[in-house]
Nanobody
Framework: QVHLVESGGGLVQAGGSLKLSCTAS????????MGWYRQGPGKERKVVAV???????YYPASVRGRFTISRDNAKNTLYLQMNSLKSEDTAMYYC????????????WGQGTQVTVSS
């Protein structure tokens, strides 16, 4: 059974940084594409960053240049380094795998809250 557990969220001032982690189990982590998604209050869940097994990454324009996704296959852990945070980055952040496109995924973590104060 696949389990994804996020950590690292919290309250940060605008312009600050946070690093999220997602520890995975129940899967062969190194061959999986992994993603970070977020869902703000009253908004739909959207992709924030994706990394495939080769290390190729994708970011939407809203976070490109500020967020960096990375992975440590030896630790079965996915990371999201978030810099220059803005109030609009406030959301619940989810780790995911089994990516099918858009927000259609097979497995979600429980989420970690990121709140950016202005």
């Amino acid at each position: 059974q696949v389990h994804l557990v996020e950590s690292g969220g919290g309250l940060v001032q605008a312009g600050g940084s946070l690093k999220l982690s997602c520890t995975a189990s129940g899967l062969i982590f190194s061959i999986q594409s992994m993603g970070w998604y977020r869902q703000g209050p009253g908004k739909e869940r959207k992709v924030v960053a994706v990394i495939n097994s080769s290390g190729t990454t994708y970011y939407p324009a809203s976070v490109r240049g500020r967020f960096t996704i990375s992975r440590d296959n030896a630790k079965n852990t996915l990371y999201l380094q978030m810099n220059s945070l803005k109030s609009e980055d406030t959301a619940m952040y989810y780790c995911a795998t089994g990516l099918r496109g858009g927000s259609d995924v097979d497995y979600w973590g429980q989420g970690t809250q990121v709140t950016v104060s202005s």
